[in-house]
């Protein structure tokens, strides 16, 4: 009777330290994908921080974008005006030189 009491405690015996080795292992396996979303978090945060960088450079590039073209509409406006202030001189000076024309033939006529 004593040797089968022997016999079942060493089979529970040997069943509690399969489970405790079953348990180890699920640590183990816990600590390892623990180990693993940790890395897999900060490679998750690393590549927020470039896509905010990239972000951040369009919004830059965006804004830059923005002054030139409106340096460059000023700069329309500019010589536009400029344009027709030549236009405008230049048909003041025509209009100066014939009626400078008409003068002379006047004299030259009378």
């Not at 010589?79 to 030259?108: F, N, P, Q």
Request: glycine share 8%.
């Amino acid at each position: 009777d004593v040797d089968r009491r022997v016999a079942g405690l060493r089979e529970e015996l040997g069943a509690a330290r399969e489970e405790m080795a079953a348990l180890a292992q699920k640590e183990a396996d816990s600590r390892a994908s623990s180990a693993e979303l940790r890395r897999a978090l900060k490679g998750l945060q690393e590549l927020q921080g470039e896509i905010n960088g990239i972000h951040g450079d369009f919004a830059h590039l965006r804004e830059q974008n923005r002054f030139t073209l409106q340096r460059f509409e000023a700069s329309l406006r500019r010589e536009s005006i400029d344009e027709v202030r030549a236009t405008i001189e230049t048909a003041v000076l025509e209009t100066a030189a014939v009626a400078e024309l008409r003068k002379t033939g006047d004299e030259l006529r009378g």
